[in-house]
Structures are given as structure tokens and as C-alpha cells.
């Protein structure tokens, strides 16, 4: 029973348009999400995040939109460049297990 | 300051045999974690620790031993290691005192049970 649902396994863009990543969950009590990014052969590394009192968070080229009441997340990235092509994987915190709940990763493929 | 160091960053097991994954940091972290990898699966939780002499079971921690002797290090053994041990294992920290910071993850151990 995944609790975190990245049903795009992949996705290719056009360098300079928007990427968008969807991120679906079934338990209510998460509280928090984040954004990891992952290049082959290392480690995910932090992206961005949004508390879940939220619906919206910005860095830069990165923005996180939260629907609580459809319990769906969104990465978009803006504008796409080639470095950006990685995989992206959702998390969520369940704030009683003090453990993440992460997807199944989306590779996204930003073509030049 | 290396951060999250794993090693080895590649092993080959034969079903049965043992072995132990490290983990070390070197940020103070209290809080240690070890996820595996496996394809359509996202990363799966399978033992953390909270502090030195602490440590709790995740998500799938069958097959697996951990102990926490000194806050850094958090090794992970296989006590008889199986196929369905084939994984690529990442070790994480959470730096103290801010809720909700992000996981800081190692480069990975990937481990082929033959």
C-alpha cells in the first residue's frame, strides 16, 4: 500500500519550458513534503519543501503547490534546463514515526 | 567536512553470507537513518536511530541488524544475505534541533546478492 504515488514514471520537457512533477498521497496526518533530486551514482539531495498549512512555496526556479484537499502535490520547474534532468522523488513526514514516506521517483529528461 | 560517508560503494555477496554496510558522519547529527532503493519502489525505510544506544525498526527491516554505539557511526549488517537483498542502500541524517529539516543522504552502497 505505497502512501505516496508518483504515477509518472518519467518525463521529458524542452529546455526553457516548465517541468511538472505530481505527487499524490492517501494519509491525511503527513504533515510536511519535500522535493529530492537524484543524479546517478549519489545520493538524493534536498530540493524544496512546504508544511502542509501551506498550498504554495517558491526558490527560485523551483515552486511546490499543495492540495490538501485532492492530497496532491506539484513540483514545477521554470524555466527547464539540462541540469535539471535527474530523478525527482516526493517525500512526506509522518510526524509520529519521525520517518519519510518517499515515491517512486519521476526521471526527468530535459532535452537541449 | 565529508558529511555522510558509505563504504563500501559496491559489494558482491553470495546468498548466506554476512556483511555490514558503514555509515559514518561527521555533522553531530543525533538522528541516523538507512533507506534502500529499489526500482518502482522509491526509497524504503528500514532501520533508524535517534541517538547513540537508541535505534528502532522502519518500514522493512527484516533481514537486517543495526546498532548505535557512538553518534557517528550506524552500521548495517546482513547477518545471511538473500537475492532480495539486491538494493542500493543510502545512509541519511537530519540535522538537530529545526523541525522538519531535510534528510542529508550518503552516495550509497549497491549491493548485488548473487
Redesign the interface.
Known amino acids: 500500500d505505497?502512501q505516496?504515488k508518483?504515477n509518472s514514471?518519467s518525463l521529458s520537457v524542452q529546455e526553457g519550458r516548465i517541468s511538472i512533477l505530481n505527487c499524490d498521497y492517501t494519509n491525511s496526518m503527513f504533515d510536511?513534503f519535500?522535493w529530492?533530486k537524484k543524479y546517478p551514482?549519489?545520493?538524493?539531495?534536498?530540493l524544496i519543501?512546504i508544511?502542509s498549512i501551506k498550498d504554495k512555496n517558491e526558490d527560485g526556479r523551483f515552486t511546490v503547490f499543495l492540495n490538501k484537499s485532492a492530497k496532491h502535490l506539484s513540483l514545477h520547474i521554470v524555466p527547464s534546463q539540462p541540469g535539471d534532468s535527474a530523478v525527482y522523488?516526493c517525500?512526506a513526514?509522518n510526524p509520529g514515526r519521525?520517518?519519510?514516506?518517499?515515491?517512486?521517483?519521476t526521471r526527468l529528461q530535459v532535452q537541449p | 567536512n565529508a558529511g555522510?560517508t558509505q563504504t563500501p560503494k559496491f559489494q558482491v555477496l553470495k546468498t548466506g553470507q554476512s556483511m555490514t554496510l558503514q555509515c559514518a558522519q561527521d555533522m553531530n547529527h543525533e538522528?541516523m537513518?538507512w533507506?534502500r532503493q529499489d526500482p518502482?519502489?522509491?526509497?524504503?525505510?528500514i532501520h533508524?536511530s535517534?541517538g547513540a544506544g537508541i535505534t528502532d525498526q522502519?518500514?522493512v527491516p527484516n533481514g537486517y541488524n543495526v546498532s548505535r554505539s557512538t553518534t557517528e557511526d550506524f552500521p548495517l549488517r546482513l547477518l545471511s544475505a538473500a537475492p532480495s537483498q539486491t538494493s542500493v542502500y543510502?545512509c541519511?541524517t537530519i540535522s538537530p534541533g529545526k523541525t522538519?529539516s531535510?534528510?542529508?543522504?550518503?552516495?550509497?552502497t549497491r549491493l548485488t546478492v548473487t
Open positions: 505505497q505516496v508518483q514514471p510536511y519535500l529530492y551514482a549519489e545520493g538524493p539531495t534536498f519543501s508544511s522523488f517525500a513526514n519521525r520517518a519519510l514516506t518517499f515515491g517512486s521517483g | 555522510v538522528y537513518s533507506y518502482g519502489m522509491g526509497l524504503r525505510l533508524y535517534v522502519g518500514e543510502f541519511a522538519n531535510p534528510l542529508h543522504f550518503g552516495n550509497g
